[in-house]
């Protein structure tokens, strides 16, 4: 079964600083991995889809990288921005099944 | 453009009561979901629909039932609501289930159980 893991729980940084979240997956057989940003009260939106045959994805100052050998996946924000502030989820999928979801990690981007 | 609509919003229930959570998509996705989500457990599987006329359970199944009425709506039915049951509900959808497109999401509801 597929389980997926967020550290830190919570993240604080000053604003402008580059910062990197983790993600980590137990099933190397992984079919693709979404990065999902979730701010108070809202629902998920997603952010970038990076498929197993691909290394990483970008938009804008967001780039993902997956590597299924190690089961891990980074989500890198460049120059971050106070309305970066939000919870941030990695899910993954194995083929055809449901994402699993990591549990999030709290951005916190102090102006 | 709608995307994924949850109805209601907000909702309080007494213990024993019965409510269906309605969701509706008009992006003709296939697959759809529901999902409850609880400080410091994460976003949790109740059931999902994989198809028009399918249905499978989740991780947190139990004291829920679920309908695909069609292939835009999915709801989620609790006969005797439980204080446990108090928690934010996600509604969402995708292409098909494991797609390599992204999954959408409606803005949830707000549930309290007395």
């Known amino acids: 079964k597929q389980e997926v893991t967020q550290i830190p729980a919570a993240l604080s940084v000053p604003e402008g600083e580059n910062l990197v979240l983790n993600c980590s997956f137990t099933?190397?057989?992984?079919?693709?991995l979404q990065w999902f940003r979730q701010d108070p009260g809202k629902g998920l939106t997603s952010l970038l889809l990076?498929?197993?045959?691909?290394r990483e994805q970008t938009s804008g100052r967001l780039n993902a990288s997956l590597d299924k050998s190690s089961g891990r996946s980074t989500l890198y924000i460049a120059a971050s921005q106070p309305g970066d502030s939000a919870t941030y989820l990695c899910a993954g999928t194995t083929g055809n099944t449901p994402l699993v979801f990591g549990k999030g990690t709290r951005l916190s981007v102090i102006a | 453009n709608a995307g994924v609509t949850q109805t209601p919003k907000f909702q309080v229930l007494k213990t024993g009561q019965s409510m269906t959570l309605q969701c509706a998509q008009d992006?003709?996705?296939?697959?759809m979901y529901w999902y409850r989500q609880d400080p410091g457990m994460g976003l949790r599987l109740i059931y999902y629909s994989a198809s028009e006329g399918t249905t499978d359970k989740g991780e947190v199944p139990n004291g829920y039932n679920v309908s695909r009425l069609n292939k835009r709506e999915f709801s989620l039915r609790l006969e005797s609501a439980a204080p446990s049951q108090t928690s934010v509900y996600f509604c969402?959808?995708?292409?098909?289930?494991?797609?390599?497109?992204?999954?959408?999401f409606g803005d949830g509801t707000r549930l309290s159980i007395l």
């Open positions: 992006m003709n996705h296939n697959s």
């Open positions: 099933d190397s057989a992984i079919y693709n």
């Open positions: 990076i498929q197993s045959s691909q």
């Open positions: 969402a959808s995708s292409v098909t289930t494991g797609t390599s497109q992204p999954q959408h």
